[in-house]
Structures are given as structure tokens and as C-alpha cells.
T-cell receptor, first 115, second 109 residues
Framework: NAGVTQTPKFQVLKTGQSMTLQCAQD?????MSWYRQDPGMGLRLIHY???????DQGEVPNGYNVSRSTTEDFPLRLLSAAPSQTSVYFC??????????????FGPGTRLTVT | KNEVEQSPQNLTAQEGEFITINCSYS?????LHWLQQHPGGGIVSLFM???GKKKHGRLIATINVQEKHSSLHITASHPRDSAVYIC???????????FGQGTRLTINP
């Protein structure tokens, strides 16, 4: 199993550009989520999904879109990049058994810089 | 407000010492997670617990749901334990995690 994979590992964007961060998992996990990690702050939830076709907003969703057309993939779209979106982005997946978030498996992260 | 507080923020110790990292939260939870972030940036899950105590090797996690408090202990610490340790909480009724700011642990030989 590859686990959770993310591409790209590094990306530099200019303000106003758009891009998609890819996330895929091969563990048949229903729950997938996107987090951003900034210096001095904990991981913050951007969007999450409890299954194909179902997505919901997290703590910091503005400026980001997601969709979940398959169990395996959960891409994160930046619509119009801003310097405030410079961060390290982590995708994670887990089983989904009711209201509890189970053990999370994290991807290696994508370091994004917006100039 | 659903909050998670970790202490200390930074901890430096000598090899062999017993380490304790604390996590407090504000309201009822469905589960609490302890994670480790390696110096290279990768994040792995160490424990998920909702009551009592769990042990894996030299790592022990405990939770007191009445006091809304959890601790992560490392026995016989080693330089390879140097990492950031993160507490994350799933609050009741919410299918999402709220994270503490992390504790940076450095173990000197």
C-alpha cells in the first residue's frame, strides 16, 4: 500500500493563480481531510469528506474548494492564490465509523509559497 | 468554544529522562489523538483513546475525561524521540479534529 500520497511536494504560485493539490489514498478510507500548518499555529482543518459525494467545511475554508467524486481521491483547489495561503498542506484519511474521527493517516505534505 | 491547550510548548531533556507532555480540552470529546511530527515534517498517529490508558513500547498515553486532560509519557527518552508531539481532539457531535499547537521535544545525548 502506498498509503496517502500528495502531489506536488513543493509549489510556488503568483498571486491570483489557481492550482489543485492532489491527494489520493489506497486504504479504502471513507474519511478524508485537508489541513494547513502555519508556524506557531496548530494544524487547522480546511475541508473534510465522510465519503464520496459528501464534503463539508472546516475551520478555514475560505479560498479553497474540494470535491470527492471517488473514495480514493480528494483534491484541494485554490481558486485565486493569495500570500496568506502560503503554508504547508497535509491531506489525511481514516476510517469513518459514526461521529468519531478515527486514527488519521497523513500524506507527506505540500509546501506552497504564494508570491 | 472548543479548544485544545498543550503544555509545555518546548521541552529539552537529557537522554534517559522521563518525559511528560500535557493536553487539556474544553468540552466533551469522542476521542483524543496523540501525533508525532518528525523533524522532516511527516506526521504519524501514535495513539487514539477515549478513556483509560494505552501503551506502545516506551510511550504511554492516559486520559482523564472528568478532568478533561490527557498526558503523553515517554520512558527512557532517546535522541530519536526528538520531534513535535501534537494533541488533537474530536469533540462530541463533530466529525472533525481540533489540534493543539504542539510540544517541541528535544532529547540531548
Amino acid at each position: 500500500n502506498a498509503g496517502v500520497t500528495q502531489t506536488p511536494k513543493f509549489q510556488v504560485l503568483k498571486t491570483g493563480q489557481s492550482m489543485t493539490l492532489q491527494c489520493a489514498q489506497d486504504m479504502n478510507h471513507e474519511y478524508m481531510s485537508w489541513y494547513r500548518q502555519d508556524p506557531g499555529m496548530g494544524l487547522r482543518l480546511i475541508h473534510y469528506s465522510v465519503g464520496a459525494g459528501i464534503t463539508d467545511q472546516g475551520e478555514v475554508p475560505n479560498g479553497y474548494n474540494v470535491s470527492r467524486s471517488t473514495t480514493e481521491d480528494f483534491p484541494l483547489r485554490l481558486l485565486s492564490a493569495a500570500p496568506s495561503q502560503t503554508s504547508v498542506y497535509f491531506c489525511a484519511s481514516s476510517l469513518n465509523r459514526g461521529p468519531t474521527v478515527y486514527e488519521q493517516y497523513f500524506g507527506p505534505g505540500t509546501r506552497l509559497t504564494v508570491t | 468554544k472548543n479548544e485544545v491547550e498543550q503544555s509545555p510548548q518546548n521541552l529539552t531533556a537529557q537522554e534517559g529522562e522521563f518525559i511528560t507532555i500535557n493536553c487539556s480540552y474544553s468540552v466533551g470529546i469522542s476521542a483524543l489523538h496523540w501525533l508525532q511530527q518528525h523533524p522532516g515534517g511527516g506526521i504519524v498517529s501514535l495513539f487514539m483513546l477515549s478513556s483509560g490508558k494505552k501503551k506502545h513500547g516506551r510511550l504511554i498515553a492516559t486520559i482523564n475525561v472528568q478532568e478533561k486532560h490527557s498526558s503523553l509519557h515517554i520512558t527512557a527518552s532517546h535522541p530519536r524521540d526528538s520531534a513535535v508531539y501534537i494533541c488533537a481532539v474530536g469533540f462530541q457531535g463533530a466529525q472533525k479534529l481540533v489540534f493543539g499547537q504542539g510540544t517541541r521535544l528535544t532529547i540531548n545525548p
